[in-house]
């Protein structure tokens, strides 16, 4: 029986929460939580019937009576090295968000207490678990398009989810969390090692914040939706992205449930997230284009861009005896064989349509438990596999702060 904390009970917490409670009640228990926030906290006690000595909303208290096998840390981006820290000190094993950290004196520091306690930590760059990209990374390693020479990279982030995130939300601030290239794109780095199958010989990157600040507010534009004249017609508008459009970024606006049009309606007159998109604090940038090269040869390119109507990532891999494209919006893998018919896969085909990240997050969750229980480590992304991607993260925000020079990852 595998005993679960979890700590930060928000919209990734409550996903793994979740994901392990519903491995069986034989295999899973969930044994304590910690939020600041008493709403969420209460809601996820109910939901597990955990008693009040076993929900906290100080960490220090909660990490002072851990008796938990496995620690889920799910808070923000800046808090997941002290929190796994402090989980492994006090004898459980770490399932960590990401990104890790976005320093890399802080990821030293957790690997080296990591080594020291000899806990597991296991990273949750959940798309290496989604059956799409293990799919393709199994073509790849039989050989289907020969030696792999390239792998072209789009992170289409999608204007409503750009201006959610990085413009209103948690993300918008790179000190308050993490650079665009640690915050989001660390999942695509990640690919990036675990396709090519080696270390970044060298990265550069450009990109800026070009358009979600406050000289391209329209004339006349409120700093709040609720009362402005571009309400219904501004693609920003929060009312039309979170009630008339549905966006799921809704259920980060309020934690009242269920979700209604009129709960939103309220809680907009005054959230982050029905404020202008020019009139916000953010800073990360909302396009940047990052080129590198691998140990083994194997070159990348990454464009980021929150300017696209669709949402959902591409890649396509080169090789010497074909291509492979995988595209999330279009929901298909197609395999290009030189001189033979290409044969398209349907990604649905692979995976059950509810679960998230392509059926990742569902996918990290069994891997944890296998990995925690039973060391079995297929694909699996400890905190060692998981420190290149950042690194190159790291590498690629110097060189878009140095104007795309090209910097060299020692190792
Ligand atoms: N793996 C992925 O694909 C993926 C996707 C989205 C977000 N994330 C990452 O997951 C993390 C959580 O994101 P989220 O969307 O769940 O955010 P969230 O804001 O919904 O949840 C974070 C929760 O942590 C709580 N919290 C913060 N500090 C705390 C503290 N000191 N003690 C106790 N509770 C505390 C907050 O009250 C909140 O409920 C972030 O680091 C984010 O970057 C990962």
Known sequence: MLKVSCIGCGLRGQRYLNGLASLGTDKVKIV???????????????????????????EDRFFANLKSDLCIVSTQDQDHVRHAIKAMKAGSDVLCEKPISDK??????????????????????????????????KLIEDGAIGDLAFIDSIENVN??????????????????????????????????????NSKCKSIS???????????NQPDGASDRCVNCKYRGTCPFDAYTIYIKNHFWGKEAVTNIRPITDEVLEKELETSPYGRCVFKCDNDVVDHQLTQIVFNNGIKANLRMSGFTYDAGRIMKFYGTAGQIDLD????????????????????????????????????????????????????????????????????AEESRLSGGKLMEIKH
């Open 328 to 395: 999330e919006g279009r929901g298909t893998i197609e395999i290009k064989v030189f001189g033979k018919e290409k044969e398209v896969v349907q990604i649905s085909s692979l995976v059950d349509a509810i679960s998230g990240h392509g059926g990742g997050d569902e996918g990290l969750v069994k891997a944890t438990y296998e990995y925690i229980t039973t060391g079995y480590t297929e694909g699996v992304t400890s905190l060692d596999a998981s420190i290149e991607s950042h690194l190159m993260g790291f590498a």
């Open 205 to 215: 990157s450009v990109g800026d914040l070009k358009f979600f600040k406050k000289e």
């Open 159 to 196: 204007y409503a989810h750009q201006a959610h995130s990085y413009v209103r939300g948690n993300w918008r601030r790179k000190e308050e969390a993490s650079p665009m290239i640690i915050a989001k794109c660390c999942h695509d780095l990640d690919l990036l090692v675990w396709y090519t």
């Open 32 to 58: 304590s939580l910690c939020d600041k926030d008493l709403v969420r906290l209460s809601q996820e006690q109910e939901k597990y019937q955990l008693s009040d000595k076993d929900v906290y909303t100080d």
């Open 104 to 137: 890399e004196s802080e990821i030293r520091k957790l690997l080296d207490i990591q080594k020291k306690t000899g806990k597991k930590v296991m990273i949750c760059h959940v798309l290496r678990f989604a059956p799409a990209y293990k799919k393709v990374k």
